[in-house]
């Protein structure tokens, strides 16, 4: 549980002052959302003081596995969106004195109301896309380009002025722009570098960009507000009253007194004709299919008109599916998002408690194949699959326990829907299968990769893998850095060796993973890799944007492999060079370092209109003397004193599947500190190297017994 998750149990428990805190945390960005909006003081302290009051009142609907700031901006959202009287394109009046800074408060306005919206929101609120989708019911895609026309617009209007664009050869405004903000394929932005480096014009127009963003983000963040809203909020609201025992009446006595009496009456009388029936049910339920014999509404539950219905749990060793039906009274469900419907990023929607009301690790996740389009030979003739949870079972488990469903949030409609089901564990049937295989890959005789074994279950796949290095890599390692006594390094290097292993058919068609929340590596340990029993294209169909369900896989014991489509290493290497931060030619360098040779390096400075030095290019060219595998330096740069210096760029990895000279180090460089200096001496350090194979093809591994299915097609 968090801080914040805290504060608001204490509020719950009745100290009303916590919510000072929270109101302070979070009361300057959403009074600048609502301020831009409604271009008005009086106006947006409304649109605050309404909203904190509102999620006060709410607070017990609050879910603690979410993230507190989540919940909050996810509830304000609709009241800063609502449409007003008042023109809300209309421009705040700022206190600002600077032309330029009223010039850009200009351009903020002029945009259309729901853009700009969504724009403060992404600025002000940093909401990832994809999540701000669900909430004001907008694709991801559509916000994603209608934040993009918004930027645009704004540098339109602030650097008309500014941009002189004399060259035949210039790059456009929008060129540039995209360039900035990363949005360029490998090849245009390589071509852009090129002209740069000839073309003051275009670095000038870079130089304004980075101008601008900094003066957007100091308009944005105007005015704030003082302490005098916390104190204006709290005095509006009621603190909470704990739950309080009811206590027991004369009459509720006398009530219980008959109904045991009842009780002892039908044991009698009643029972001994029904047991064998009761007993019956109570077998069937526990050792046939879970659930199947629940009557509608055994386990649902409503609120805000909405009602969850859990419709039946199957389980094995492997996964427990759950599955649900939504039903609400009056409004359509969005359409939007038929599968999602659940909130999906709270990170404890499902969980399994025991009697003694201790918890054990889940995993919970939306099957992938779910999400995915479908071919229409596919589709044809076959009922749309209902959704439900998948969750991941944890190794030990009692023999009975509860699962406990707490959803927050349905169809866009925020709520409490919490449903307790019990589950009698060892009276179920596991239909789950393992097979072992003890198969292994050997990479360039520096590691092996150990394919431990297979489990098979209804509703997927388990694979279980070990990567280790070889006996005489791991010794040569230690050595190595024993020999500059930083030995403290092997578990960094022990973390960092990984493989791309991937399910496919026997046509190499890629097998849909199920991806969970939580998959944590540790050195040493198996790897855990979880699929559907569907498939999509293979690698080459993926390559060109087919990601449509081809089919689903009838028999995985029998019909699926396991390939590598690459892996990477890592290793300590011990490159040191110091050399004068000053203009420095194309000067040539000797020496090797972890399989690479240096060729020669330059330092370049970029110069602003009044001639002072803004940044310098540093480029380091060499060659890899490995054939078969690319690889990642790991480069810091530093004063003579130790100081971290500042850069930019890091262009180097466009070069890194080249073969023969290339660019191994090639980085901006920006001034250091507040007083926009430069260091006189610069010291260039590689403290490791990242080697990568991912060009080598590697052959497929049956992920069955050939020698048994090879029987069982015989007979």
């Not at 002189?164 to 949005?183: A, N, P, Q, R, V």
């Not at 932005?189 to 740069?196: D, G, S």
Request: aromatic fraction near 10%.
């Amino acid at each position: 549980m968090n801080e914040e998750s805290l504060e608001v149990k204490e509020i719950l428990a009745g100290s009303k002052d916590k919510y000072f805190q929270l109101i302070d945390r979070y009361k300057d960005k959403l009074f600048a959302v609502a301020y831009h909006m409604s271009a008005s003081e009086a106006e947006a302290e409304k649109i605050v003081e309404k909203g904190f009051i509102e999620v006060y009142q709410n607070l017990e609907k609050y879910d603690d596995s979410l993230f507190f700031s989540d919940w909050l901006y996810e509830r304000f959202i609709p009241i800063l969106g609502v449409k007003r009287d008042k023109d809300s394109t209309q421009q705040a009046k700022l206190p600002f004195h600077n032309p330029h800074y009223i010039e850009m408060e200009e351009a903020l306005h002029s945009l259309a109301s729901e853009a700009k919206f969504q724009f403060l929101l992404i600025k002000l609120s940093d909401f990832p896309t994809a999540k701000l989708s669900g909430l004001i019911g907008i694709s991801k895609e559509e916000i994603e380009e209608n934040y993009s026309n918004s930027l645009n617009q704004i540098r339109r209007s602030t650097l008309s002025n500014d941009i002189k664009l004399e060259g035949e050869e210039c790059h456009s405004e929008e060129e540039l722009s995209l360039y900035f903000d990363g949005k360029l394929s490998n090849e245009k932005q390589r071509k852009i570098e090129e002209h740069l480096e000839f073309c003051p014009d275009c670095r000038e127009v870079l130089h304004f960009l980075k101008q601008e963003e900094s003066t957007l983000e100091k308009v944005l963040e105007y005015p704030k507000l003082n302490e005098s809203l916390n104190d204006q909020v709290l005095s509006k609201l009621d603190p909470y009253v704990p739950a309080k025992p009811k206590h027991r009446t004369w009459k509720y006595q006398l009530s219980v007194v008959g109904i045991l009496g009842a009780i002892f009456l039908f044991s009698v009388v009643i029972l001994p004709t029904l047991k064998p029936l009761a007993s019956m049910v109570s077998t069937y339920m526990q050792h046939g299919t879970i659930y199947n014999v629940w009557t509608e509404g055994t386990y649902a539950v409503t609120d805000e008109e909405i009602t969850l219905e859990i419709t039946k749990v199957e389980i094995d060793s492997l996964y427990m599916a759950v599955y649900y039906e939504i039903s609400r009274v009056g409004d359509e469900p969005p359409e939007k998002f038929p599968i999602e419907d659940v909130d999906f990023y709270s990170s404890k929607p499902l969980r399994i408690v025991d009697e003694a009301g201790s918890h054990y690790p889940v995993d919970a996740t939306i099957p992938d194949h779910l999400r995915h389009a479908r071919s229409l030979a596919e589709e044809e003739g076959e009922e749309k699959e209902r959704p439900y949870y998948l969750l991941k079972m944890p190794d030990k488990l009692p023999d009975e326990f509860n699962l406990e469903i707490n959803f927050a949030r349905l169809q866009g409609q925020y709520g409490k829907w919490n449903i307790e089901i019990p589950i009698r564990y060892d009276k179920v049937e596991d239909t789950a299968v393992t097979v072992k295989l003890d198969k292994t890959i050997n990479i360039d005789d520096k590691a092996v990769v150990d394919i431990m074994d297979a489990t098979y279950s209804k509703n997927g796949s388990r694979i279980r893998y070990k990567v280790n290095h070889t006996k005489e890599e791991e010794a040569r390692l230690r050595k190595l850095l024993k020999e500059h006594d930083q030995e403290y390094r092997m578990e960094e290097i022990l973390q960092g060796r990984h493989v791309g292993l991937h399910v496919t058919t026997e046509e190499e068609h890629l097998v849909l993973p199920n991806y969970f929340h939580f998959m944590v590596y540790e050195p040493n340990e198996p790897v855990e890799l979880y699929f559907s029993n569907y498939y999509i294209g293979n690698e080459q169909q993926q390559q060109k944007g087919n990601h449509q369900i081809q089919g689903k896989i009838e028999n995985p014991e029998e019909e699926l492999y396991i390939k590598m489509f690459g892996a990477s290493f890592q290793e300590p290497t011990f490159f040191s060079m110091e050399v004068p931060l000053e203009e420095t030619e194309t000067t040539p360098l000797e020496g090797e370092f972890s399989n690479y040779k240096l060729l020669d390096y330059s330092l370049t400075p970029e110069k602003d209109g009044e001639g002072n030095i803004t940044k310098y290019a540093l480029i380091i060219n060499g060659e890899s003397l490995q054939e078969g595998a690319r690889g990642d330096i790991g480069w810091s740069l530093s004063d003579q004193s130790g100081n971290y210096i500042p850069t930019e760029g890091w262009y180097h990895y466009e070069d890194m599947q080249k073969e023969g000279p290339k660019k191994l180090l090639h980085v901006d460089i920006v001034p250091h500190g507040s007083q926009d200096e430069f260091p006189e001496t610069l010291v260039i350090k590689a403290d490791y190297i990242y080697t990568h194979y991912d060009e080598k093809e590697w052959e497929k591994i049956p992920l069955f017994n050939e020698e048994e299915k090879n029987d069982s097609e015989s007979e």
